[in-house]
């Protein structure tokens, strides 16, 4: 069992004081048999009020309503959490789905269907033209075999950049471009998946890793893909591995762009746009 520590500020400062509009906050993990969380705190400034939801998918929600106008926004999540997960390759797909291409069972579809629908139809041939040069899709290949080797190429084919801006780089920019951030990387492989007729979903949380590197310091998104037998597995194309302990989800989603930490609006003068601060720190303790 590894204990870890997540602090995660994010701050904007404005030119103005500024009404702001209610705010999303996707920061607590999800909890299960490998996540416990000990505790969890929220401090945000200006005076709010906050109220805690689950989602359609189970995702830990936090909507907070701001009382008065303010030139600065800060808020701080600091959550203590268990970590289990010390072996993830400890698992066993059903007999029927060891090798694909397999089809799910009958009675799953209707559940697992939101996950088959591509997100971006249009760069359905740009994808499957990939995957057939990867030699990718082709019959008598171990499910397991197929996925590893989809992840550990995108990290291996494509240069990781860290990008500050919103938003999610279509598959087919990441594939023209050959590069991304990476919720990119994880939108690209969730993509192949689904082409793929492997039911696969997109994952946002946190990454504990050496501070060598670049990613270690902020948010993180990978992706899962539901095998028969274990249920939904997690494979980090950025660092082309299954996730483990040093994976902390916290929100889960069929569209990658569904589950910012943070979303919301103001209302103020036309000025220039807010500086914006995000500081996350996962410490093992």
Known sequence: MRRLKITHLTEYRYSVPV??????????PREGPEVHIE?????????????WHRDV??????????????QTLSITSEVVIQHYLENPLDFLVADYAVNYPFH???QDLPDLTPYLQLVYPEDQ??????????GLGSPAMQTYALLDRLSKTIA????????EEMGVQSPAQTLAWGRGS??????????????LGLASRFVSGYGHLPHSEQWSTTTHAWAEVYLPGPGWKGFDPTGGEVTGSRHIPVAVARRPEAVPPVAGSFFGMTG????????VRVVAF
């Open 19 to 28: 009404t702001l509009h209610p705010h999303t906050l996707r920061l607590r």
């Open 39 to 51: 505790s969890s705190a929220l401090t945000i400034f200006p005076a709010h009020r906050v109220k």
């Open 57 to 70: 998918l189970d995702n830990a929600v936090a909507v907070v309503e701001f009382l008065e106008a303010a």
């Open 104 to 106: 799910y069972a009958p």
């Open 125 to 134: 041939g740009a994808i499957r033209s990939w995957l057939d040069q990867l």
């Open 156 to 163: 291996s084919q494509f240069a990781y950049t860290l990008r």
């Open 182 to 195: 990476c919720r990119d990387f994880a939108a690209l492989f969730v993509a192949a998946c689904r082409c």
């Open 272 to 279: 220039p746009p807010p500086a914006l601060i995000v500081d």
